[in-house]
């Protein structure tokens, strides 16, 4: 029996999460014995016609990543969003929240024209999306879980809890007591709280869990002495398209 066919696309973004696949290292190999990889910029010159799943990594953000995504989707069997920027739209997507020429100017000065940019969107806006990976960069052991889930035909777990159940799982001492800002309480586990597991604040980056209360989130920032502005521009960072967090509001003092 043949192996599947799997290929790897960027689109705007820092290609951190396709780096993060290249550190697999011992995983590679055994990965490689699962899958043939057709089609991988960052390793190899192979271009194919069509794959049995593509891993989509950069959000939508100029007319061209349009036209690509759809000629792409036409081609994949399962497609799949890998990282925040193709999940979220991530923090290419604080772009929206500024004027398009501004955002031109002061990127690419008198040279604008030649780069034509449209509002950064997730890659769920334009195509159907199978399976999404989320973080900042996505978690190595995650892929692996979804591609050998994919290879044996079986459904990746999904996770819609926050991030202070792992957290608290793993008995770590909460960053909100010793002074610190955090996003545990609104953001999307399954990263096992890695962040303040090692001393630091959760950014949300695998963005919002499906019910977030994002206005009791901020009343409780505030309550720890952040204020309504510095929680809403934090929430931002990853997930600004979030209707919930433009709709937040916070009801107390
Ligand atoms: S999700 Fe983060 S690491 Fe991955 S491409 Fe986007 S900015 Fe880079
Ligand atoms: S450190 Fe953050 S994630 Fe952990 S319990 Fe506190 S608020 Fe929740
Ligand atoms: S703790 Fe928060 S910022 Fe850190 S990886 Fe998990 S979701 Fe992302």
């Known amino acids: 029996m043949s192996k599947p066919r799997v290929a790897f696309f960027d689109f705007t973004s820092c290609e951190g999460c396709q780096l993060n696949k290249l550190n697999l290292e011992n995983d590679l190999l055994s990965l490689l014995e699962l899958v043939d990889i057709v089609e991988f910029r960052e390793a190899m010159d192979d271009k194919a016609e069509n794959y049995d799943v593509a891993f989509i990594e950069g959000s939508i953000s100029t007319p061209s990543c349009v036209k690509r995504i759809y000629d ?9 969003s890998l990282g925040s920027c193709a999940v979220l739209g991530g923090v290419n997507a604080m772009k929206n929240l500024h004027p398009a020429d501004w955002v031109q100017e002061a990127v690419y000065g008198d040279d604008k024209y030649l780069f034509p ?13 199978d399976y999404e990976i989320r973080g900042c960069p ?44 955090c996003l545990g309480p609104v953001s999307r586990a399954g990263c096992e709280a890695i962040c303040p597991e090692n001393g630091q604040y959760c950014t949300g980056c695998r963005g919002l869990i499906s019910n977030a209360n994002v206005g009791g989130a901020i ?21 600004s398209l979030n209707k919930l967090i433009n709709e937040a509001e916070c009801r107390h003092a």
Do not use: W
Not at 118 to 128: D, F, G, H, N, T
């Open 72 to 80: 792409i989707r036409r081609r994949a069997g399962v497609l799949v």
């Open 117 to 129: 940019s449209i509002p950064v969107q997730p890659v769920s806006a334009y195509v159907k999306v």
């Open 138 to 181: 996505m978690s190595t052991p995650e892929f692996l879980h979804v591609l050998k889930s994919i290879v044996l035909g079986r459904k990746p777990e999904i996770f819609d809890h926050a991030v202070c159940v792992e957290c608290k799982l793993h008995e770590n001492e909460c960053v909100l007591d010793k002074g610190m800002f």
């Open 219 to 239: 009343h409780m920032l505030k309550r720890h002495g952040f204020s309504e502005q510095e929680a809403k521009k934090k929430l931002q960072m990853y997930s």
